[in-house]
């Protein structure tokens, strides 16, 4: 499956997940985007989110930017 992902690193509110009604989702989080920082976390957060291990998920797209393409293997 893939998703649109809004991330918002350096957060004060993060790592929380919010789901729009459309199905994409915001990701806040708290590590800033230095040296992939806030991919990694990212990742794990939406491991933890959907409940599968860090390798079955994969940025897709998007990997210096703020809205990535996430493909998560389900």
């Given at each position: 499956?893939?998703?649109?992902?809004?991330v918002k690193p350096?957060?004060?509110?993060?790592?929380?997940v919010e789901v729009?009604?459309?199905?994409?989702?915001?990701?806040?989080?708290?590590?800033?985007?230095?040296?992939?920082?806030?991919?990694?976390?990212?990742?794990?957060v939406l491991a933890?989110?959907?409940?599968?291990?860090?390798?079955?998920?994969?940025?897709?797209?998007?990997?210096?930017?703020?809205?990535?393409?996430?493909?998560?293997?389900?």
């Amino acid at each position: 499956m893939q998703i649109s992902v809004r991330v918002k690193p350096g957060s004060t509110k993060g790592p929380l997940v919010e789901v729009a009604e459309d199905g994409s989702l915001t990701v806040y989080l708290r590590q800033r985007a230095v040296d992939g920082a806030a991919n990694e976390a990212l990742i794990e957060v939406l491991a933890k989110h959907f409940g599968v291990p860090k390798r079955d998920v994969d940025i897709a797209s998007g990997h210096s930017s703020r809205i990535k393409r996430i493909r998560v293997s389900v």
